[in-house]
């Protein structure tokens, strides 16, 4: 029978897994907490003591660190030589290996961790067998995510267990190992890092990384250019938090923490054609986010303009010979994959403060169009572009935009007439064809007044307002159409 080496801290989704196994004739073994679980499901489940011929000692410090579980999990199956030293040694083949981590991460995240707390849970077993299985996964499966617990089973019932997806696991594995190194490296030497200072020269500051993935800006490859600053990186993880949030090539030029162009297009070389249009000359200066390859036609456009960063999953040769060629730009690659689940944390004086991040969408089922007049295809478009981009500006927040740019941005203001007053003033174009998002209602219908009186004739915003209807009966007496979200987007 098949062999299966199971020993996991995340429980999740364990009793189907492990149901699965048995049902397609793996014998399972386990270790410690994980073996105890198994049998809590009444299904026979064999110690890894039975492998070894030893029981767990050093309170579980060692107990697969052992030529029986390591030769049977790292044999090459095709070496006649192997094969004959397991039978010489009656050490028998482990097929599968099924490991996640000691919770070191979580661990050191709570705020009474002590460091032998700390110490405990640095896994070494884990570790190795994940590496040795990796190594081998011409013959050996390895699961190190709970998610992949259903597509496995899946697989081995349809026989379609191949080597490519093996080889799909085993990637998954280094990259989980590695962020596993990684947060202990950061713990221990604190994740911190001196910065020259903070928002101004007269303030000290710091780094401290709270995380290994690659899709943050404390964690992306610096290819090129000076060392980043305090308010670079402030910016850099605005620009990347709202390029992320596009699919078709988008731009986003980001200053002071509030975006003053974004534009999308067919390529990246046109998204940002239209970016640097949307505020040609609050760009000067700024920093320059990108979802897809930078070309060498993009390159060459950037490199006409002083900018201090420029971000992008990757650049092609010709892009990277135009762009180095200025010694200070620095230029930021960046795994461009959303974490949805992730959180943001903002300092206030004792302490600071931890939420969600505003990862809300606009979903068509949810939006209502509440005048006589309804957007057209066009408009529709643009909405979607300026409700993501308000997301991202100030409160309050009014974004203007076409179906390919921000056309005018007013950010941060104590009401909202004023931030639709800057938008106006800083628009490259207004018209029927350009729709106002907001991130906040309108408690009032003099927004909406002042928008009509420049030819705009699409709204789109939160609702929620007692005197909504002040606003809608305004839009409907003058042609123009309004659609609500039920959702709000306050960035304070």
């Given at each position: 029978m ?8 995340d ?13 397609n ?8 907490g ?5 049998e ?12 070894t011929?030893?029981?767990e ?8 660190l052992?030529?029986?579980i390591?030769g ?5 199956r ?11 040694n ?8 099924a ?9 050191v995240?709570?705020?009474?961790v ?6 405990e ?10 590496r040795?299985?990796?190594k ?11 998610d992949?617990?259903?597509e496995?089973?899946q ?16 990637i ?9 190194d ?20 007269h303030?000290?500051?710091?780094l ?21 600053s305090y308010?670079?990186?402030?910016d ?34 046109e ?5 640097y249009?949307?505020?040609s000359?609050?760009?000067?200066g700024g920093i ?9 036609e993009?390159?060459e456009?950037l ?31 960046v ?14 004086s004792?302490g600071y ?18 005048t006589?007049?309804k957007?057209?295809r ?14 991202h ?9 076409n ?11 104590m009401?909202?007439?004023g ?19 907001s ?5 009032m ?21 007692k005197?909504?209807?002040?606003s ?5 007496a ?5 659609v ?6 306050f960035?304070?």
């Amino acid at each position: 029978m098949k062999k299966a080496l199971i020993s996991v801290s995340d429980k999740r989704g364990l009793e189907p897994f492990v149901r699965g196994l048995v049902r397609n004739g793996y014998d399972i073994y386990s270790t410690g907490g994980t073996l105890k679980t198994i049998e809590s499901f009444g299904i026979k489940v064999n110690g890894v003591y039975e492998l070894t011929g030893f029981d767990e000692i050093m309170d579980g410090r060692v107990k697969t660190l052992h030529p029986n579980i390591h030769g049977g999990i790292l044999a090459d199956r095709n070496n006649d030589t192997h094969m004959s030293e397991l039978a010489g040694n009656h050490i028998e083949t482990i097929d599968l290996v099924a490991v996640n981590l000691y919770p070191f991460k979580e661990t050191v995240r709570q705020t009474d961790v002590t460091e032998a707390d700390a110490v405990e849970n640095i896994d070494i077993g884990g570790p190795a067998m994940l590496r040795a299985a990796a190594k081998n996964f011409k013959y050996v499966t390895t699961v190190v995510d709970p998610d992949d617990y259903g597509e496995v089973i899946q697989r081995i019932e349809e026989e379609t267990m191949d080597v490519t997806y093996r080889h799909a696991l085993m990637i998954k594995v280094f990259a989980h190992t590695n962020d596993y190194d990684q947060a202990i490296v950061n713990y221990f030497s604190r994740g911190e890092e001196t910065l020259r200072y903070g928002e101004n020269p007269h303030q000290s500051a710091r780094l401290v990384r709270t995380t290994e993935k690659r899709n943050t800006i404390l964690n992306a490859d610096i290819l090129h250019g000076k060392a980043m600053s305090y308010n670079n990186l402030r910016d850099a993880d605005a620009a990347l938090g709202l390029v992320k949030k596009f699919e078709l090539p988008a731009a986003v030029a980001i200053k002071h923490m509030n975006p003053c162009g974004v534009g999308t297009g067919d390529c990246v070389s046109e998204a940002f054609e239209n970016a640097y249009a949307a505020d040609s000359q609050s760009i000067f200066g700024g920093i320059v986010a990108f979802n897809k390859t930078v070309d060498k036609e993009t390159a060459e456009q950037l490199n006409r303009i002083f900018l201090e960063v420029i971000i992008a999953p990757s650049y092609d040769e010709a892009a990277l010979n135009i762009l180095t060629g200025k010694k200070n730009l620095r230029l930021l690659e960046v795994d461009m994959h959303e974490d949805m689940n992730a959180e943001e944390y903002v300092s206030v004086s004792g302490g600071y403060l931890v939420q969600s991040k505003d990862t809300g969408a606009l979903k068509e089922n949810d939006i209502k169009v509440m005048t006589e007049a309804k957007p057209s295809r066009s408009q529709m478009k643009a909405m979607a572009l300026a409700w993501e981009v308000a997301k991202h500006v100030k409160s309050n927040a009014i974004v203007l935009a076409n179906d390919r740019q921000t056309v005018g941005i007013g950010a941060g203001q104590m009401n909202r007439v004023g931030a639709l007053k800057i938008a106006i003033e800083r628009a490259i174009e207004l018209g029927d064809h350009v729709v106002m998002a907001s991130d906040g209602f309108f408690p009032m219908p003099d927004t909406v007044e002042l928008a009509h009186a420049h030819g705009i004739k699409s709204i789109i915003q939160p609702g929620g307002s007692k005197r909504d209807q002040e606003s809608i009966d305004f839009c409907d007496a003058h042609g123009m159409a309004m659609v609500v979200t039920g959702m709000r987007h306050f960035k304070h």
